[in-house]
């Protein structure tokens, strides 16, 4: 989940796992997996950047393709 602010300064918890697409136009638009679209105050790269923190909390970001698994016993 991460917090982001509505145009009307209230504070809003969306899960990161529903988010389809962020664009600028030219206020932030997060559109959901539902169809809904939220506007909020923070830039795409600060909406980026919770999503990339939350999931790293979560552990489940992905292994980057050139980083090898160490080898196994």
Do not use: F, W
């Amino acid at each position: 989940m991460i917090e982001v602010t509505r145009l009307q300064n209230i504070k809003l918890v969306l899960n990161a796992d529903l988010i389809e697409s962020i664009e600028t136009t030219p206020d932030t638009v997060i559109s959901l997996t539902s169809g809904k679209r939220i506007m909020v105050k923070e830039t795409v790269e600060e909406v980026i950047q919770k999503i990339v923190e939350y999931k790293m909390q979560c552990n489940t970001l992905p292994t980057p393709k050139n980083q090898a698994h160490p080898p196994r016993g």
